[in-house]
């Protein structure tokens, strides 16, 4: 409740309104005319209703005297309250003591309209003269609770950066004012509550051109007296979901009637609250002060047929059970249940954040649908819509675990009449996320979350009031029943017990332990100061490398990896960052982003956005408006338009910022797209964030290899990579860690690549292994978000984290062969995927693109009263796309020419290829015959060898026998020889001459050896043979597969698919 509603107040100084994110409202004062509004549109400031002028305060007084006289024919009745004081000038001490009259009604913020024409009235006619437009310039419409302003010129609209900027509003009424070439006449109707839609009708047939509900309009705007723009007014609306805002500019014929259209507009936020009584409130009872209420949640989901249903909730665990990728709408009722009754005057804000106990700036806003009382008046009723597919809310849109439960937290902001400022009550509900295909059976009931609250109200002592408002009470606090029986139930020391009188009621207050609220929330991006001092050695070490490769700036220096694991030192940052990414020579990106930053941005509005939220901790990028966020802001849009195919994307404008903080905007942008496109962290934002999802699960596979133990308890507690590293890789660390330990991961990046942020990443689970490894789900993610960038604010404990990340060798075949791990699961995961489903996906999307689509049609219709030039243009266009179309015809005709000609050469080709392929087949048939008559010569050979072999034997045998009968018949040899032809040695006593002996040994030995060498050569000569053989089986085996194989040759393929081609194309000429 830190965004206070200051009422009542009225401003002298400018001519303005606006209502700031449709929010609180709060009055923002300028000292003068000249001085420039310094709000931007930023979603951090407060919220409020700015409402200035450029009038004297005399003018001032009488303009409101004169306008408020006129209350009897608005339908106001009822005693007037007391005048309210002006508020007190920045540049005085001296509070103003002109009072001011204004109307009972209480209003969000003071009410201020330029006085243009002290005396200047202006009328409001009956109903029943409301065709007569040329009396006045208003009338108002009998079936509606609104004013009509006839006599006004619609000069066109724009889309502006800065939609609570007077400047820029001014500057863009004095744009449209000189360039409209087609004014359209309009009458414009302005309700009168803050419930209502401002229509623009078409004076003739009074029919609606556009509406603008109230709560999309954010700041109206007149343009300064004695310029060209006296005349015209502006308002700017949020279009299209919040996303991107426009300005409508308008001229009016009556120049004093401006006053009085910027006075409707301001009471079309006043408050809907009864009359406040002139005397003081009744003092409270003791135990008045208490108001009970009873708010209610309901989720509903799309449920295919255009309808949305109540989702189901599990009766035992009390928990919503959700399907994924389905939109949703929440529904809150809130019904007072004690105590007078207070009225709900409107709603500004419905959130909703995974988790329990988060932060408010963890809370994200949801597209407000309506809100409204029940059927019986009882209760209001809040109904917002939630698209789950959003980064945001990625926590409750993925399948839940069957054994564990998610938390949600469901926050909105109501403003109550009498009370100081907003309410808000939350809600922390259990969820269960389910496939989109699984069906709701019986044991869940479709049942509402009730959760009661206790609002203590203090009244404001009369002294303390800035003004006679309605304004009567602050908030004490705020408590719900789950609050109070937690309170009990752990015996909380903080309890305290005031008494009233008799009777007592327990009221416990909130612990306000400021350190441990600070240890709660988070650390600021941005923090951190990094000293740019630096050792002499150090420093020469580097200038001496620096020297040496300015020399040869196309390769790095042996020593530079081993300098940069110890960091850059901070005063040579920009020069090291910029050699390192490649862009010494970048003279062409600058001259690009010089023309990129003056182009227009499709996601202009997402920029503007998130700037405000980029080192928000840091000087240099704190001030709204300021140099560094101005810069930031060119960059971001620069590479939105240069880089088409991803854009901007959330996350950027941190990397960027630290750039920027070492250099100029346009180097920084030149290193901006080198990180982008060379070190592959655009490839992380394709194809619906795959390689993200890839580098999670190297992040997991490295875990289980490195950590194992924390891996484990990851699983136990089902706590994935997705839910705590994506900033890490997304945004290199640079959202929520100290600048110094971010400045010298860049170091690493630009030297080593995208990959070592595995190594930073080990280097924090490893570091903080002790301390996860006894937490629980939530705690897990709150320790990530919490504890663990704040651990590195310590120098010298990033110190030694980055020399842990520097000493982990992760090997890139290992990162490759967990990336093909992935892809096939992923393929695994597809095949096992229902079609049905699928299509069921696809369906859906294109259903969204359908109604995105839808919703672009309807605001193009707003654009009509501009486009009647367009059209004419469009014609001109046309006719010559009409002769371009006549041109490309006759070229076309030229190439079906060309293309027949082709197909003549082509089937040329295919007969002279046919009659190759003939030619081919009847040499490959010779040759198969010719094959065939040596495998029958080579089978006559070896069996006319095998014959001989065969009488050689058969001779030899004889030969052998003949020679032993003949050794047999010989007394003597019969002595030498035995039978089996061995020599016997015998002694004989006969007497042999020595001469007869020799002979005869010299004659046998003569013969053995002419046997054993006829022996030896028929055994050769049968060698010889078998060998031939072989020889011949081999030929025959390489013959006949060489017949196989020609017929499955490439000739047969080409020549039947040429017959195929052949035959379609006959049939076609034929």
């Known amino acids: ?168 509003a001014l500057r863009m009424m004095s744009i449209l004012r000189s360039q409209c070439l087609v004014p359209l006449d309009v009458t414009i109707s302005v309700p009168n509550v803050s419930e209502g839609i401002v229509r623009l009708l078409d004076p003739q047939i009074n029919t609606e051109i556009a509406n603008y509900p109230i709560y999309k309009i954010l700041f109206c705007v007149r343009g300064h007296d004695g310029t060209a723009e006296s005349d015209c007014f502006a308002f700017t609306e949020s279009h299209y979901n919040a996303e991107i805002f426009r300005i409508h500019v308008f001229r009016c014929e009556i120049q004093e009637a401006v006053s009085r259209i910027l006075y409707s507009f301001a009471t079309a936020f006043r408050r809907s609250a009864k009359l406040t009584p002139l005397y003081a409130p009744p003092t409270l009872t003791p135990d008045s002060d208490i108001f009970t209420f009873t708010v209610s949640l309901e989720i509903k989901e799309d449920d295919g047929k255009g309808y949305f249903s109540a989702v189901p909730k599990e009766k035992d665990k009390q928990c919503f059970k959700l399907r994924q990728g389905m939109d949703k709408k929440i529904v809150i009722c809130v019904q007072q249940a004690s105590n007078k009754e207070l009225i709900i005057e409107r709603c500004f804000g419905l959130l909703l954040s995974p988790g329990k106990d988060v932060r408010n700036s963890d809370m994200h806003l949801l597209d407000l649908e309506s809100m409204g009382k029940s059927s019986d008046g009882k209760s209001y009723i809040i109904t917002g819509s939630w698209n789950p597919n959003t980064p945001h809310f990625q926590a409750v849109n993925e399948e839940t675990p069957k054994d564990r439960l998610l938390y949600m937290t469901t926050a909105v902001d109501l403003v109550v009449t009498e009370v100081q400022e907003p309410v808000r009550f939350l809600l922390e509900t259990k969820v269960r996320v389910c496939p989109s295909s699984e069906r709701m059976f019986w044991p869940f009931s479709k049942r509402s979350y009730t959760e009661t609250f206790y609002l203590k109200l203090k009244q404001i002592d009369q002294k303390d009031r800035k003004s006679n408002s309605d304004t009567l009470y602050e908030v004490a606090s705020l408590e719900s029943e789950s609050e109070r029986e937690r309170i009990k139930t752990t015996a909380s020391p903080t309890i305290r017990m005031p008494h009233y009188g008799s009777q007592g009621s327990i009221i416990p207050s909130p612990p306000e332990d400021d350190e441990e609220e600070d240890n709660d929330e988070p650390l600021l991006s941005g923090s951190g100061d990094v000293s740019k001092e630096c050792g002499e050695k150090i420093l020469e070490t580097w200038g001496d490398l620096l020297s040496k490769w300015h020399l040869n ?350 197909k003549k050469r082509l089937e040329n080709e295919a007969a002279q290829l046919k009659e190759m392929c003939r030619r081919e087949l009847d040499k490959a048939e010779l040759e198969i015959k010719k094959n065939s008559s040596i495998i029958s010569d080579y089978k006559q050979i070896c069996s006319q060898l095998s014959k001989r072999l065969e009488r050689q034997q058969i001779g030899n045998k004889a030969d052998l026998d003949q020679i032993r009968g003949k050794v047999e018949g010989c007394d003597r040899c019969r002595e030498l020889f035995s039978k089996e032809g061995t020599l016997k040695i015998v002694s004989t006593s006969k007497d042999m001459s020595e001469e007869y002996q020799d002979k005869e040994k010299e004659l046998l030995k003569h013969q053995l050896r002419e046997m054993e060498l006829e022996l030896a050569q028929t055994k050769l000569q049968l060698v010889e043979a078998e060998c031939k053989i072989q020889d011949l089986e081999h030929h025959l085996g390489l013959a006949l597969n060489e017949v196989q194989a020609a017929k499955k040759t490439w000739f047969n393929r080409t020549i039947s698919s040429i017959k195929t081609a052949t035959g379609v194309q006959g049939k076609e000429t034929s």
């Open 553 to 902: 700036l196309s390769v790095r220096p042996k020593p530079l990896p081993a300098l940069v694991r110890s960091g850059v030192p901070e005063a040579l940052r920009g020069e090291v960052w910029q050699l390192l990414a490649g862009c010494h020579n970048n003279d062409q990106m600058v001259e690009d982003y010089r023309i990129l930053i003056n182009k227009e941005s499709p996601q202009d509005s997402a920029i503007t956005r998130d700037i405000n939220r980029t080192f928000p901790a840091h000087d240099y990028f704190k001030d709204t408006g300021g140099d560094g966020q101005d810069s930031l802001y060119k960059i971001c849009k620069a590479y939105s338009v240069y880089d088409e195919e991803i854009g901007y994307c959330q996350g950027q404008s941190f990397l960027a910022a630290v750039l920027l903080l070492h250099m100029p905007e346009e180097q920084a942008f030149s290193v901006l797209v080198k990180i982008m496109f060379d070190y592959g962290l655009r490839e992380l934002f394709k194809q619906n964030f795959e390689d993200l999802h890839c580098k999670f699960y190297q992040l997991e596979r490295l875990m289980q290899e490195y950590i194992p133990d924390l891996y484990n308890h990851f699983l136990n507690i089902s706590l994935e990579a997705h839910m705590y590293a994506s900033q890490w890789f997304l945004t290199l660390f640079t959202a929520k860690f100290p600048l110094y330990m971010v400045f010298h991961i860049i170091d690493l990046l630009l030297c080593e690549g995208i990959s070592v942020i595995f190594n930073v990443a080990l280097g924090l689970l490893k570091t903080s292994k002790d301390d996860l490894l006894l937490t629980d789900f939530e705690g897990a993610l709150k320790y990530f978000r919490v504890q663990l960038p704040k651990r590195y604010r310590s120098e010298e404990n990033a110190k030694k984290l980055m020399e842990l990340a520097c000493s982990m060798k992760i090997n890139q075949k290992k990162l490759k062969k967990y990336e093909k791990e992935y892809l096939v699961l992923r393929e695994q995961q597809a095949q096992q995927e229902d079609p049905v489903e699928r299509f069921e996906r696809e369906n859906r999307r294109l259903q969204e693109a359908n109604m995105r689509l839808e919703q672009e049609n309807d605001d193009l219709a707003h654009e009509l009263v501009t486009s009647k030039i367009a059209l004419r243009k469009d014609l001109d266009n046309a006719e010559e796309k009409a002769d371009a179309l006549n041109k490309e015809l006759l070229m076309t005709k030229q190439k079906l020419v060309d293309a027949e000609d082709e």
């Open 1 to 168: 409740m830190d965004d206070k509603a200051s009422v009542g107040k009225v401003s002298v100084s400018s001519d303005s309104v606006s209502t700031l994110n449709s929010e609180d409202f709060v009055l923002v004062s300028r000292l003068g005319d000249d001085t420039p509004s310094t709000n931007n549109g930023s979603d951090d400031e407060k919220t409020g209703l700015k409402i200035v002028g450029n009038g004297s305060e005399q003018q001032l007084q009488k303009e409101l005297e004169d306008v408020l006289m006129d209350s009897s024919m608005e339908g106001q009745t009822g005693a007037r309250q007391p005048s309210e004081a002006m508020p007190t000038s920045a540049t005085s001490e001296e509070s103003l003591t002109e009072d001011i009259s204004l109307t009972p009604s209480p209003v969000y913020s003071g009410l201020m309209v330029v006085a243009q024409k002290p005396e200047m009235s202006l009328p409001i006619k009956p109903p029943q003269d409301a065709d007569s437009s040329d009396s006045s310039p208003s009338t108002p419409i009998p079936e509606e609770d609104s004013i009509l302003f006839s006599k006004l010129t619609y000069l066109g609209c724009a889309s502006v950066n800065a939609p609570r900027s007077e400047v820029e």
